[in-house]
Nanobody, 128 residues
Framework: QVQVVESGGDLVQPGGSLNLSCVFS????????IGWFRQRPGKKQEGVTC???????YYAESVEGRFAISRDNAKNTVSLQMRSLKSEDTGAYFC??????????????????????WGQGTRVTVTS
């Protein structure tokens, strides 16, 4: 049984940084497509970034240049480095995995059903 567990969420001041981790268990991470998503207060869930099997990474315009996704298959872990955080980055952050290799990763339309397994989320609060 695949389990997905996010961690690293915290309270941080605007301009600060955080590193989120997503650990997968029950199955080797291999080079499966992974995505990070968030749900901000009062908003629908939205894509933040995803990484395809070929290593290509894609970002939402709102986080481009501030966030970076990376993977460590040996540790079954995908990380999200966040810097220059803004109050509008506040929300619950989720990661998800597509259980097959794919040179595409869903970040916008249809992502909710494209990924096979989701974590429970970790909360990020950016406030002064």
């Amino acid at each position: 049984q695949v389990q997905v567990v996010e961690s690293g969420g915290d309270l941080v001041q605007p301009g600060g940084s955080l590193n989120l981790s997503c650990v997968f268990s029950g199955y080797p991470l291999d080079d499966y497509a992974i995505g990070w998503f968030r749900q901000r207060p009062g908003k629908k869930q939205e894509g933040v970034t995803c990484i395809a099997s070929d290593g290509s990474a894609y970002y939402a315009e709102s986080v481009e240049g501030r966030f970076a996704i990376s993977r460590d298959n040996a540790k079954n872990t995908v990380s999200l480095q966040m810097r220059s955080l803004k109050s509008e980055d506040t929300g619950a952050y989720f990661c998800a995995v597509k259980m097959r290799r794919s040179d595409y990763c869903a970040l916008r339309d249809g992502f909710g059903t494209w990924y096979d397994h989701w974590g429970q989320g970790t909360r990020v609060t950016v406030t002064s």
